[in-house]
């Protein structure tokens, strides 16, 4: 009995600090209340949206997930915004690097810090000074200076959030500027937010705060009143009903599972024979496809630009063009080998985008992407160039899988190593397509065809390279197994084209600046397999050649 009381007495003890840790509650908010803030007009990082799109991106970029525990975005940032009192004490500030992490006085195993141990000791603060007086040098940054930047970043942004600084009132009619204005810290040269206005939204966070029955219609009078202040500027509903809709359907984690389906029937059908699986595994690949194709084409039209814009959506359209390559290829073919490889690039490509810590908002391009024709033919171009490419490697390692499968010494003769040589044609005919292109543009934006830009430099020796290694096939230096492998060593120059020049070179093509970034660590366990995974194949290849006399390449 005493032993019950004991655990009886411990339970209690940890509910009440659990129930002093956690914030309060989200339920209190209505379901109506919830559904009518998802859809109040709000600008944020250059673009009118939803609520719910800014709760989304705002969400992951503070804490870097995509949910704080379990809840729906919308009510955690509503949360945030009309209590943020209650959450002070929170660890919701994302700090993944561990260095940033002891110099800000974090248990290492904390990922996470507080507002208010930011706030404490102002370590974060303490630092700026010194990484901004280095930027105006124009000096390059430290890993750890890059990633106080973001922290700091992330600081502001929820900052804002819990101070009510956002825009939410549309510019006056007539007005030059196209920013949306604050409530609680107007610039010095904004026109005065009209009374009514900021009347309607404080009164809306209180009546969230104190999670008043009247809630939905304070809510329902703000938007009214923010509506009223210049109603030309509001974004269609439409668009805004789309968005929300693009937003909870997620089309490409719906396009990922189905393109993991594909997979995983295609090879069921060419390990076994059961065609009732191709035919199933085809049309999945298909149905996979459509909902990609949904999920770029509401970008476009959320975006108003073309869906190469960012990194990330180049990640969306580069299995696409794979994608598509495939099933044409698998029309003049029959080769399920084709719509295997590509549903199999095609998932590995979204399950990154959607996991890799970038940045996936619709955000506007600049002007000089959003005018020039011969830039954004250049982008759609190079990037289907990747996608063509990368269709080639998973081929190749397909036909090299094959290869270590047979048992016999001879060399490889399969009809893998002729698809892969034709996919490689197209992805060489786009690849210098694209650079071509991008000359084009180059001379129309900087009048001069060619300046030795890393992006432009790698580029060119990729296509060498794979250029090269048609010419070897076409020749007869480099058959069978060796043509494959060259395929794939290739890879790694494509991916610094790729990715390296984006990340970690200064140039005209770089996202970071050339700024030191963090090496992901699945992509130096790629780096490492992929590397033994041609070393095994190649001394296999050197071990049957040598046994039958024959060269290694062919």
Not at 56 to 81: C, F, H, K, N
Not at 149 to 159: K, N, P, T, Y
Not at 255 to 260: L, R
Request: proline residues 6%.
């Amino acid at each position: 009995m005493r032993a019950f009381r004991r655990m009886f007495y411990a339970c209690a003890a940890g509910a009440a600090a659990l129930a002093l840790l956690t914030p309060v509650a989200f339920a209190k908010f209505p379901e109506k209340v919830v559904k009518q803030i998802r859809a109040l007009p709000i600008q944020h990082n250059g673009r009118v949206k939803p609520f719910d799109s800014f709760a989304r991106e705002s969400l992951e970029q503070i804490t870097g997930e995509p949910s704080y525990q379990g809840d729906d975005p919308v009510i955690t940032v509503a949360s945030w915004m009309s209590r943020s009192d209650d959450w002070q004490d929170t660890p919701l500030v994302a700090v993944p690097f561990l260095p940033l992490r002891e110099k800000l006085g974090m248990n290492p195993h904390a990922k996470h810090i507080s507002m208010a141990d930011l706030m404490a000791e102002r370590r974060l603060m303490k630092m700026l000074p010194a990484i901004v007086q280095k930027q105006q040098r124009g000096e390059k940054l430290s890993m750890l200076e890059n990633e106080t930047m973001d922290a700091f970043s992330r600081f502001v942004a929820l900052s804002k959030i819990f101070e009510h600084d956002l825009a939410v009132v549309p510019p006056d009619p007539g007005s030059v500027s196209q920013v949306w204005r604050s409530l609680s810290k107007p610039a010095p040269d904004d026109a005065p937010v009209p009374e009514p206005a900021r009347a309607a939204w404080s009164a809306l966070i209180l009546a969230l705060r104190e999670a008043s029955p009247d809630a939905e219609v304070k809510l329902e009078a703000a938007r009214s009143a923010l509506a009223a202040v210049n109603p030309s500027a509001l974004p269609e509903t439409w668009r805004i009903d789309w968005e929300i809709a693009y937003n909870r359907l997620k089309p490409f984690q719906i396009a990922t599972w189905i393109y993991g389906l594909s997979a995983l029937l295609l090879l069921i059908s060419l390990v076994r024979p059961f065609p009732k699986a191709g035919s199933a595994g085809i049309g999945a690949l298909i149905l996979a496809a459509v909902a990609h194709s949904a999920g770029i084409g509401s970008r476009v039209i959320l975006g108003g630009r073309p869906p190469v814009s960012n990194f990330y959506e180049t990640m969306l359209w580069l299995p696409f063009v794979a994608v598509i390559l495939a099933l044409i290829f698998e029309k003049l073919y029959r080769a399920r080998v084709y719509a295997l490889s590509a549903s199999i690039l095609a998932a590995i490509s979204l399950a990154l985008a959607a996991h890799v810590p970038l940045d996936s908002s619709i955000t506007p391009v600049v002007a000089v992407l959003r005018s020039n024709f011969w830039l954004t033919i250049h982008v759609l171009t190079i990037v289907a160039s990747y996608g063509a490419l990368a269709l080639t490697v998973v081929l190749a390692h397909v036909d090299a899988v094959q290869y270590l499968a047979r048992r016999d010494a001879g060399p490889s003769g399969s009809s893998i190593n002729l698809y892969t040589y034709r996919a490689l044609q197209v992805g060489v005919v786009l690849l210098a397509s694209g650079i071509m292109l991008g000359a084009v543009w180059a001379n129309a934006s900087w009048g001069r065809y060619w300046g030795w830009d890393p992006k432009e430099t790698w580029a060119l020796i990729t296509l060498l390279w794979y250029l090269a290694i048609l010419h070897g096939r076409f020749a007869g230096w480099v058959r069978g197994v060796g043509f494959s492998l060259a395929t794939i060593a290739g890879f790694f120059l494509l991916l610094m084209t790729y990715y390296g020049v984006s990340f970690y070179l200064v140039g005209l093509h770089s996202y970071a600046g050339g700024n030191a970034k963090p090496i992901p660590g699945l992509l130096i366990g790629y780096l490492v397999a992929e590397t033994m995974f041609l070393a095994v194949v190649g001394w296999v290849a050197f071990a049957r050649t040598t046994q039958t006399g024959q060269k290694v390449v062919q």
